[in-house]
Nanobody, 127 residues
Framework: VQLQASGGGLVQPGGSLRLSCAASGGSLEYSSIGWFRQVSGKEYEEVACIGSSKDDNTNYGDSVKGRFTISRDKANNAVLLQMNSLSPEDTAIYYC????????????????????WGQGTLVTVSS
């Protein structure tokens, strides 16, 4: 499966963006998808993940809880990341990843749990 992340851009502090992670070559319906972000020179930071659509269990990184929401766009074989109340600290390249074709009801915020990664989309929060 191949992942394509999109939706990044420039937004002012306090604003919102919605990222999309679209898949081709396989259905994401029963696989876990994670969003991670990276600032140049730093380690990947966990953002959010969603498990199999049987339960759609979700987990969030501490820094985004209450502000970001991960959900499935089943019609488009994609996973969305709604980001609200953005701050300059959210500036990073955002990557999506999946453990397809595996299927688990839970999802992991560890990057090592995922096998396929998209190319990333840049989010810049600045006035």
């Amino acid at each position: 499966v191949q992942l394509q992340a999109s939706g990044g851009g420039l937004v002012q502090p306090g604003g919102s963006l919605r990222l999309s992670c679209a898949a081709s070559g396989g259905s994401l319906e029963y696989s876990s998808i994670g969003w991670f972000r990276q600032v140049s020179g730093k380690e990947y930071e966990e953002v959010a993940c969603i498990g199999s659509s049987k339960d759609d269990n979700t987990n969030y990184g501490d820094s985004v809880k209450g502000r970001f929401t991960i959900s499935r766009d089943k019609a488009n074989n994609a996973v969305l990341l709604q980001m609200n109340s953005l701050s300059p600290e959210d500036t990073a390249i955002y990557y999506c990843a999946t453990d397809w074709p595996r299927s688990k009801n839970y999802c992991s915020l560890y990057g090592s749990a995922y096998d396929s990664w998209g190319q990333g989309t840049l989010v810049t929060v600045s006035s």
